[in-house]
């Protein structure tokens, strides 16, 4: 039988603030517009959850559909850009 045992200066080696590093605040700043176009679609779809989909609801989604995938395009050439330069 081998006995398993976790080592405590491996496993709490580097402590977690739990707070996000200025990469990763400056990462969501970049996406920010395509994670806010991502919420206005989820938005649209939970409203018509529970109903019959009408020509609004219709509209709506697929108006936000567009967004998103403006905000993936622009968000893509962005970075396409960044890393020609």
């Given amino acids: ?6 080592f405590q200066a491996v496993v709490t ?4 603030d739990g707070e996000p590093s200025a990469a ?18 989820l938005d649209a779809q939970i409203m018509s959850i529970d109903r019959p989909v009408n020509e609004l609801d219709e ?3 697929r108006r ?19 890393v020609a330069s």
């Fill in 1 to 6: 039988m081998q006995i398993i045992a976790a």
């Fill in 13 to 16: 080696a580097v402590p977690f």
């Fill in 24 to 41: 990763e605040l400056d990462a969501i700043e970049h996406e920010m517009p395509l994670i806010r176009a991502e919420v206005e679609l």
């Fill in 59 to 61: 509209r709506r989604m």
């Fill in 64 to 82: 936000a559909r567009r967004r998103v995938l403006a905000a993936r395009r622009a968000l893509t050439n962005k970075a396409a850009v960044e």
